[in-house]
């Protein structure tokens, strides 16, 4: 299975207006995190047929899976990028980072629903699905302490977790 999850976080400011673009007096932060989720999964799904035409069912799924996770941060203008001013080894730097690791993620997922037989062939189902994600990088878990620190800045934190859930609408043809 492959689960991707994308979080995108700008922060804009301007000295003298409002107004936003590419003018020198706007200041943007902005940090990028994708995490490509791939592994395999153990679960189960059980129906209960209450006639001919309607059915019940229920899922569970957990999985361990390899997170790869891509980040990107920037501090500057929309031409150039921030130096970093400070007395450690970093003075001089542009603010503009990108790192990528691999760590583990655990993925769960319980779904509960109802099923009709529309006609010979065709089934109709809906449902709901909560999907729990641990051992994901977020854009808010980017922020650095000290943006003058670009090794801490550019480390990645993947200690967040989401939920995630909704409704689900299906439908399948069986020949």
Known sequence: ????????????TSTTDAVFGPTADDFYYRNNVTNDLFGGQLGG???WCTGCRVN???????GVYNNHINYTSYAGTTTDAATVLSTNSFNGQPYNLSNSINDVAILSELTSGVGLRITRGWSGNIGYRIIGVSGVATAVGQIPRDFSLLNDASRINNDRSLILHGLTVGAAYNF
């Not at 299975?1 to 804009?12: I, N």
């Not at 019940?56 to 957990?62: D, I, K, M, Q, S």
């Open 45 to 47: 799904l059980a129906t």
């Open 56 to 62: 019940l069912w229920t899922g569970a799924n957990v």
């Open 1 to 12: 299975r492959w689960f991707q999850f994308r979080d995108y976080l700008q922060y804009a």
